[in-house]
């Protein structure tokens, strides 16, 4: 069985074909998915979904893009976390791509979240793009070694991947590790510890070769999969028990009814 760390499918174009993305994951034996928080205000309707399917987990959290929208509390995500559902806090962290300017707010809100995942020891879903200096040494400063995550959709050097590492990270490799282009990271996940591999679509988003351009789903992670297989010159099996296995280490929570 395949899983999928990290997706979308509560936004409106996954969410109107769950029916056929359930099928598609069950033919290419996708078996879990993590549906990740990126707001407030969508976040019951994330949970009424996953409340609805077997297959599918949640997170709470608020995105680092998001700029005008609700602030959590660490007790605002702390109460939601309750939720059997929710295995994870994230997704946080910080992003210098897509926002300029001060960004005094992405770091306080990055802060916050650590807090909440270290008071629930839930694992942190951290996204860092264009920041990730700052973003290590916020996760040092507010101790987030002790509530473990991982770096997802991961882009950054070996030596961020190394760092990740030290703090307790897992590292999850997305679609942009088949694009052609990507030689620097491929290069990482054939470095990487197989006991460190997470595998992702972040669907809607980036939809791995060959469906490279087109709408993403869960299903699609096994050419994530097959991708990290073929640069370590392994089975995609042995990607697959391992990431799988991964997923169900880092995020404990589930343990008891797994
Ligand atoms: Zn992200
Ligand atoms: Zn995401």
Redesign the pocket.
């Known amino acids: 069985m395949f899983v999928d760390s990290?997706?979308?499918v509560n936004f409106p174009d996954l969410a109107v074909q769950m029916p056929d993305i359930l099928e598609r994951m069950k033919t290419n034996g996708v078996g879990r998915a993590l549906c990740?928080s990126?707001n407030l205000p969508d976040w019951p309707g994330l949970i009424a979904l996953v409340e609805q399917h077997d297959a599918l987990y949640a997170s709470v959290g608020v995105?680092p893009d998001y700029e005008d929208t609700i602030e959590p509390t660490v007790e605002d995500l702390i109460e939601r976390s309750q939720h059997p559902k929710v295995i994870a806090i994230g997704?946080t962290g910080l992003d210098y791509f897509r926002l300029t300017g001060d960004l005094t707010w992405q770091r306080e809100r990055f802060r916050r979240h650590i807090r909440a995942a270290r008071a629930t020891k839930l694992p942190l879903?951290i996204?860092t793009r264009a920041s990730s200096q700052d973003t290590l040494d916020i996760m040092r400063e507010e101790g987030a070694q002790e509530a473990r995550g991982v770096m997802?959709?991961f882009t950054e050097s070996w030596e961020v991947a190394q760092a990740s590492m030290e703090l307790g990270f897992y590292i999850s490799f997305s679609g942009i590790v088949t694009f052609k282009k990507a030689t620097e990271l491929q290069e990482v996940a054939r470095r990487m510890p197989l006991d460190r591999i997470l595998i992702e679509t972040?669907s809607p988003?980036l939809a791995p070769v060959p469906h490279r351009g087109k709408l993403n789903d869960p299903s699609k992670v096994i050419h994530v999969a097959e991708m990290i297989a073929n640069l370590r010159g392994v089975t995609v099996n042995e990607i697959e028990e391992a990431s799988t296995r991964n997923f169900f280490n880092l995020f404990n929570k589930l343990n008891d009814k797994h």
Do not use: R, T
Request: glycine letters at 0%.
């Open positions: 990290h997706c979308h990740v990126v995105h997704e879903i996204h997802h959709c972040d988003y």
